[in-house]
């Protein structure tokens, strides 16, 4: 009788997994198919050198480093990522995690689908998302508990169209000023960016170093959320290990803060582990 009671409550959690599994693919399937239907086209086929005409001098050092003249627009990326995030907001608390991304470049878009290993056996589940000019940030356990449920308002959608320009750093074309973004001088490494889309509007500071990478990618305030409150806060993006990929030079390591008075606490470390571009 014992054993049938436990085989009894291996199956029902089983099914349980399983339905887990198949509700958070279906979602996922839903949300990329928004992704596409709010998809347009990108305007130009390939890049010109002559866009840069006008540009701060930092931002024309960045385009002719990492492009090639002629070099086709990106329309899509796919990317796996992998690494480490930090689940507390105000300790160390560091876990393994693994992703899929989807990017479309007009509409801005994407979606963060990661999986993160809370303690052997127990994965948590996030989509981290931008779509239509909604921000979506949804996190379950195992595809069924819901621990948190972010979506629909300004501010998240500023949140997440932060993200997609600060990451644009995967996608450069994305910050050619054809695309839509419009840069502003600051100094000689340095150069502010801003990317509106429908109702919202970001301005990021970008900084470059000497060989006209991105080092790093900046938020003035970015809503941080501390025991369900949302605080505007500083918001760091650096990037690292620049590689060239299908005729582009990307980074392929980054590490993102917010930037607190007592100095920086870093929550996400990762590296890309595959792209596939669409152009």
């Given at each position: 009788?014992?054993?049938?009671?436990?085989?009894?409550?291996?199956?029902?959690?089983?099914?349980?997994?399983?339905?887990?599994?198949?509700?958070?693919?279906?979602?996922?399937?839903?949300?990329?198919?928004?992704?596409?239907?709010?998809?347009?086209?990108?305007?130009?086929?390939?890049?010109?050198?002559?866009?840069?005409?006008?540009?701060?001098?930092?931002?024309?050092?960045?385009?002719?480093?990492?492009?090639?003249?002629?070099?086709?627009?990106?329309?899509?990326?796919?990317?796996?990522?992998?690494?480490?995030?930090?689940?507390?907001?105000?300790?160390?608390?560091?876990?393994?995690?693994?992703?899929?991304?989807?990017?479309?470049?007009?509409?801005?878009?994407?979606?963060?689908?990661?999986?993160?290993?809370m303690i052997p056996g127990l994965t948590a589940r996030v989509h981290d998302a931008y779509i239509a000019g909604e921000g979506v940030l949804h996190a379950t356990l195992f595809g069924l508990v819901s621990l948190a449920n972010l979506r629909g308002t300004p501010e998240i959608a500023q949140g997440e169209l932060m993200r997609?320009?600060?990451?644009?750093?995967?996608?450069?074309?994305?910050?050619?000023?054809?695309?839509?973004?419009?840069?502003?001088?600051?100094?000689?490494?340095?150069?502010?960016?801003?990317?509106?889309?429908?109702?919202?509007?970001?301005?990021?500071?970008?900084?470059?170093?000497?060989?006209?990478?991105?080092?790093?990618?900046?938020?003035?305030?970015?809503?941080?959320?501390?025991?369900?409150?949302?605080?505007?806060?500083?918001?760091?993006?650096?990037?690292?290990?620049?590689?060239?990929?299908?005729?582009?030079?990307?980074?392929?390591?980054?590490?993102?803060?917010?930037?607190?008075?007592?100095?920086?606490?870093?929550?996400?470390?990762?590296?890309?582990?595959?792209?596939?571009?669409?152009?």
């Open positions: 009788m014992i054993l049938i009671v436990i085989l009894g409550l291996m199956a029902i959690a089983t099914a349980a997994l399983l339905y887990g599994h198949f509700r958070w693919e279906s979602a996922t399937g839903e949300m990329h198919a928004r992704l596409e239907a709010a998809r347009q086209i990108v305007g130009r086929e390939r890049y010109r050198q002559d866009e840069l005409f006008g540009l701060p001098a930092p931002v024309q050092k960045y385009f002719q480093a990492v492009l090639k003249d002629r070099q086709p627009i990106v329309s899509a990326v796919h990317l796996e990522l992998s690494g480490t995030i930090n689940m507390s907001a105000t300790a160390e608390n560091w876990k393994r995690f693994t992703s899929t991304q989807r990017v479309i470049a007009q509409r801005p878009g994407f979606d963060w689908e990661g999986r993160i290993e997609f320009l600060a990451e644009a750093a995967w996608y450069p074309t994305a910050l050619l000023p054809s695309q839509g973004v419009q840069w502003t001088a600051v100094d000689d490494f340095s150069a502010k960016a801003t990317l509106k889309d429908g109702e919202t509007a970001v301005t990021l500071l970008f900084r470059f170093d000497e060989n006209g990478m991105i080092q790093s990618a900046r938020a003035d305030a970015r809503g941080r959320t501390v025991a369900g409150v949302t605080i505007p806060t500083p918001w760091e993006v650096q990037w690292s290990n620049y590689q060239l990929r299908d005729g582009m030079c990307i980074p392929t390591g980054g590490e993102v803060a917010w930037m607190l008075p007592e100095g920086p606490q870093p929550y996400f470390r990762g590296r890309t582990t595959s792209l596939r571009y669409e152009f």
